[in-house]
Nanobody
Framework: QVQLVESGGGLVQPGGSLRLSCAASGSIFSIHYMAWFRQAPTKQRELVAEITSHGRLNYADSVKGRFTISRDNAKNTVYLQMNSLKPEDTAVYYC?????????WGQGTQVTVSS
């Protein structure tokens, strides 16, 4: 099994920045894909950014140029740097992994962008 723990969410003003972290533990050797999703109230969960098994980085159009996903293999952690935040970025952000032991989700961290 894989355990994922997110941190770094909070309240930030429009135009501000936050960095989310997702620490993985357990059978981390099995992971070949890592991503961040988000879900706003009354909306479906959507992909924000991903690191594919080939190391390719992909982003939702709504966050391109503002968000950056990265991975620190030594710390078994994936990050989401979020800059120029907008009120529409308000959501619960979830870390997600896929691998030989299946799919796993973190518990989520709330990001609220408001003045």
């Amino acid at each position: 099994q894989v355990q994922l723990v997110e941190s770094g969410g909070g309240l930030v003003q429009p135009g501000g920045s936050l960095r989310l972290s997702c620490a993985a533990s357990g059978s981390i050797f099995s992971i070949h894909y890592m991503a961040w999703f988000r879900q706003a109230p009354t909306k479906q969960r959507e992909l924000v950014a991903e690191i594919t098994s080939h190391g390719r980085l992909n982003y939702a159009d709504s966050v391109k140029g503002r968000f950056t996903i990265s991975r620190d293999n030594a710390k078994n952690t994936v990050y989401l740097q979020m800059n120029s935040l907008k009120p529409e970025d308000t959501a619960v952000y979830y870390c997600h992994t896929e691998g030989s032991l299946g799919d796993h989700w973190g518990q989520g961290t709330q990001v609220t962008v408001s003045s």
